[in-house]
């Protein structure tokens, strides 16, 4: 009953009452990152690695993105895995946040759904995933990724990996009422 009552506690929260800001950024300068990494692109032989470190319910996410033709990174130490991202590219409509799309034009790739376990981080596993996807896609596209401003970690990684901020994008959702404001940042875009 107590689990009941916190997811019903979330999901009214999140529909109702949402205060925050993300931030895109985009790729400006090449950073070589490395770690004791290993990186591959994920498929339907391996993406099933990720249930060392997630939840098995993003299995079947994780199986439609290949389906679409989103492209996976996952990450191992030891043979483990222990981090995954995505990409998706070309023209169509990306979340920053439920709430805030983002049209991507046909020469650009959003980096997505990124995560490290755990006992990985710290480790300087997500800025060389980072690394890994902007020399796949460097030569012919623009790099974006966004982040919530209260996660200074994946910011600290993300401009590691030599991204710059380009929008703050702030959202407020009251009963169900949207307001959103966009800020260009500088001349990165």
Known sequence: MREFIRLFVNFFKSRFYINEEFYLYVFKNDKNQTSDVDIVIANNDNISDILNFQDKRYLKIFKKFLDIGDVGYLGYINGKCIHRSWVKKGEQTVRL?????????????????????????????????????????????????????????????????????????????????????????????
């Open 97 to 189: 946040q439920k709430f805030l799309p983002y049209k991507l034009k046909n020469n650009q790739i959003f980096i997505h759904m990124c995560e490290t376990a755990p006992e990985a981080r710290g480790k300087n596993v997500y800025p060389s995933v980072l690394c890994k996807i902007i020399n796949d896609f460097k030569n012919n596209y623009e790099i974006l990724i966004a982040v919530n401003s209260k996660n200074i970690p994946s910011i600290k990684g993300i401009e590691k990996a030599g991204f710059v901020l380009a929008e703050k994008q702030k959202i407020k959702v009251i009963l169900g009422i949207i307001s959103r404001k966009k800020q260009k940042i500088g001349s990165s875009r």
